[in-house]
Structure formats: C-alpha cells, structure tokens
C-alpha cells in the first residue's frame, strides 16, 4: 500500500501555511527549495516536495502569487557554487532571493521518526532577511516516501564554462509514452563497452512498473548503422542493476537515471539507428538515429 494520499494531505497543509503567513499584495514571488533530509542529505522525496509545493500552492491561491522557475534557481544556485546546506544560511538566502527576483523562499527539512516522516517547513522573507513563519506535518514511512527517501539525488558540480556543462546535460531525444517517457542524455562507446545514458519519467500519475528483466537482456536492445542488434550485458536504474523480475516505483515528474551496458563487436559504430526500451506490456518506447561518442 502506498502512502500517496497521506503525502499528498501533508503537502496541502503546507501549502495552505504559506499562503496564509505571507502578504499576497502584490502577486508575491515564491521560490521553493529542495527540502533536506537531516545530515543534509539530498532526496528524491525532498525533490518531490518541493516540486509538489509549487502546483499546491497554485491550487490553493490561484492568481495570488508567482513562482519563481525552479530551473532559474537552480541555475543560480549553480553560478554561485552553493551547497544545499548553504541554503540555510539567512545572509546567503536574502543573497539569492535577490538574485532570482523573490520575495519568498520556501525550504524545510525531512526528519525520520520510526515509521512516520516529518516535514519542517519555513519560509524565508528576502526583504527582512528574517524566518517569517513555519509550519509542520508528518506522513507515513511506507510505500512511495520510502523509496523517495531512500533515493539521494546527485547533482554534478559546477563549472566555470556553463555552456559546456549544458550540452553534457543536454537531452537529445525523446519518446513520450504512456504512461512513461524515455529520454536519452547519450550513447557513448570506449573500446568493447557501450554506455546508453537516458532518463525514464512518469508522465501523468504515480505507477509501479513491473520490470521482466534477466539482467535487463529481456528489455532493452540496440541496431547500430551495420544492422548489428545488441542485447544489455545489465542495465541499471537509479542504483538498482536488474537481475530478476521485480516491481520498480515511479513518481510523476521525478526523472530516474536509467542505464543500459553493451558489449559491442562492430569495428565502427557513429549512429544507432534503434534504442529500444519495452519494459511491460504498456511501455514500449523507441529512439532512432542517435549519435554515438566515441570516446
């Protein structure tokens, strides 16, 4: 049983605590940072939160408030080279709510307490440079928020030449599915080894996907440019490798890193001509003419 529906309750509440101990004159801007697990660690679950808090607080005060682009933040957050940690810090706070345009910034924290979890939220006021106000809720550790918690999010560090950094970040191709969609980061080939770099998401709802894997042989291939079809040696998704049948939670909007490991014997290889992903019987999904690095 998962523990949507009480996840859901708890983010409500909290958005309803937001509007309700802030000024709405105005049309305020609100940004929303990704909330912390303790030892500042960070989580799928508290990506999720944050990501849920947006929509919510939409919902709850429609035509009330902004909400500042989580992908401008995150590009300032990147600019100047701050930690998640970093974001607790008033003076560094009222710094980047400066910088992105914010009256507000909404953070918080996830503590685990036995089998319940509990959000700390605060909300930061850029223009006092003060903690205006907090609120607190908890939800079951079960289903759907274990796994979250359990998933840390990796994020790679900042360089001096950005533009470079996004072209390595750069989605290539996609296949919108239903309910899944793939999208591919990269095929990168060194030697006999040949990485297929791709990200799955669920698109509409939160679902559980049942994996038929024999070391992911079963549900993934390849046709390079010679007609040479390729079956995974493993495939690996988030930190999981494939070597059974088995269920695989997915939660809407939250990407999962998604890895498939080749052994090729083609002498060249500069374009797929298929990546083939059929995880069930409900998601097929294909990608053709990728580009191959050659590394």
């Known amino acids: 049983m998962l523990s949507a529906d009480d996840l859901e309750d708890s983010i409500h509440s909290l958005a309803i605590e937001i509007t309700e101990n802030i000024s709405l004159e105005g049309k305020p801007r609100i940004a929303f940072v990704d909330f912390l697990a303790l030892g500042n660690r960070q989580t799928a679950l508290g990506q999720h939160i944050a990501e849920a808090l947006v929509t919510e607080t939409f919902i709850v005060a429609p035509d009330k408030v902004e909400i500042v682009e989580r992908r401008h933040l995150d590009k300032i957050i990147r600019e100047q080279k701050l930690s998640a940690n970093d974001l607790f810090d008033s003076k560094t706070l009222e710094k980047v709510g400066k910088l992105i345009g914010a009256d507000y910034l909404v953070s918080g924290t ?52 950005d533009q470079s950094n996004a072209v390595n970040n750069a989605i290539i191709a996609r296949d919108i599915g239903n309910p899944l969609t793939l999208e591919l980061k990269s095929a990168t080939r060194k030697g006999k080894k040949l990485v297929v770099d791709a990200l799955l998401i669920a698109n509409e709802s939160d679902i559980n996907v049942v994996i038929r894997s024999n070391y992911g042989a079963q549900f993934c291939r390849i046709i390079t440019e010679n007609g040479t079809e390729y079956r995974p040696e493993h495939s690996q998704m988030g930190s999981d490798i494939f070597d059974r049948y088995q269920q695989y939670p997915f939660v809407k909007g939250i990407p999962i890193s998604f890895k498939m490991n080749f052994v090729v014997n083609d002498d060249k290889i500069n374009k797929l001509l298929l990546v083939e992903v059929d995880l069930d019987n409900e998601n097929h999904l294909q990608l053709r003419n990728i580009p191959v690095i050659n590394d």
């Open 110 to 161: 996830i503590s685990d307490i036995g089998d319940q979890v509990e959000f700390n939220l605060r909300v930061f006021s850029v223009e006092t440079s003060t903690v205006i106000s907090g609120a607190r809720q908890k939800s079951r550790k079960q289903g759907t928020v274990q796994v979250l918690l359990d998933r840390p999010i990796t994020h790679q560090a900042a360089t001096e030449d």
